[in-house]
């Protein structure tokens, strides 16, 4: 490897260093704007119930303004991706409002601790994927996501009461999506993995993926919250999809090595 190599994998490294650590110091600030939401949104004193009102309202206001947002930015990183130009702002504001989005309706519709105290796991869980999907196989990135997708679809339809249609069309969302991913892993695995993008080929996926584990993620995922529906978001359904992620976790930190 020539001096030009190697200062080329440097910059690589030095660029998935700082957004894993702008990853890492998002999901701190949040959590700590998640603290100061349960003091006064959740845990309100009764001086502090116009507080409250007030911030419902404003959450009211924001799970509308938000995803408009999330929208605008899909459109303009969209829309610079065709042209070839620079869309890393396009894509840091595409993530940012997703995630503002995701908190805001949450916020709205379980105005308790029970919607913070899922913010509180989603946030981790969502530092935890960006962690991922710098330093591991994409393959196990998506596996990953599966994952959350299902622990998403669980307390979702643990927690249905008054919002039917919303967890119904989080479900058919999904299981669309997850149609989808299983669809693209069987034309990555005719292609070697690679991908077809504007008549140039990408690798999406390493040569040698074991695709049949991600056959099996989807269908686990597909498979739980089905039982889920069935049965009732047992306990035992978030083991599964938890021993599952384990155990793919030891075998892609085994490839690795």
Same mark, same amino acid.
């Given at each position: ?174 299981? *669309? +999506? %997850?149609?989808? &991913? =299983?669809?693209?892993?069987?034309? /990555?695995?005719?292609?070697? $993995?690679?991908?077809? @993008? ?23 995922? *597909? +498979? %739980?919250?089905? &039982? =889920?529906?069935?049965?009732?978001? /047992?306990?035992?359904?978030? $083991?599964?999809?938890? @021993? ?14």
């Amino acid at each position: 490897m020539d001096k030009r190599e190697r200062a080329e994998r440097v910059k690589q490294e030095d660029q998935v260093l700082n957004r894993v650590l702008a990853w890492i110091a998002g999901a701190v600030v949040l959590e700590a704007l998640l603290l100061l939401l349960d003091r006064y949104y959740v845990n309100t004193l009764v001086r502090e119930i116009p507080i409250r009102v007030a911030l419902y309202q404003v959450f009211g206001v924001l799970a509308i303004v938000f995803p408009l947002c999330l929208a605008a930015c899909i459109i303009w990183w969209a829309a610079a991706w065709r042209k070839g130009k620079h869309r890393g702002l396009a894509r840091a504001g595409t993530v940012i409002f997703a995630v503002l989005s995701v908190c805001a309706i949450v916020a709205r519709l379980y105005p308790n601790a029970t919607g913070i105290s899922a913010l509180y796991m989603g946030v981790p869980c969502l530092a935890v994927l960006a962690l991922v999907y710098y330093l591991y196989q994409r393959e196990f990135f998506l596996v990953t996501l599966l994952g959350a997708a299902s622990g998403a679809g669980l307390w979702l339809i643990a927690r249905r009461g008054g919002h039917q249609a919303l967890v119904f069309t989080y479900l058919a969302v999904e299981l *669309v +999506l %997850v149609i989808a &991913a =299983a669809v693209l892993c069987w034309k /990555l695995q005719k292609s070697g $993995g690679l991908l077809k @993008v504007k008549d140039k080929l990408v690798r999406v996926f390493s040569k040698n993926s074991n695709y049949n584990m991600l056959y099996v993620s989807c269908a686990v995922s *597909v +498979l %739980v919250q089905g &039982a =889920a529906l069935v049965l009732g978001s /047992l306990m035992v359904l978030y $083991g599964v999809v938890v @021993v599952w992620l384990l155990a793919m976790a030891v075998y892609y930190t085994v490839r690795l090595m």
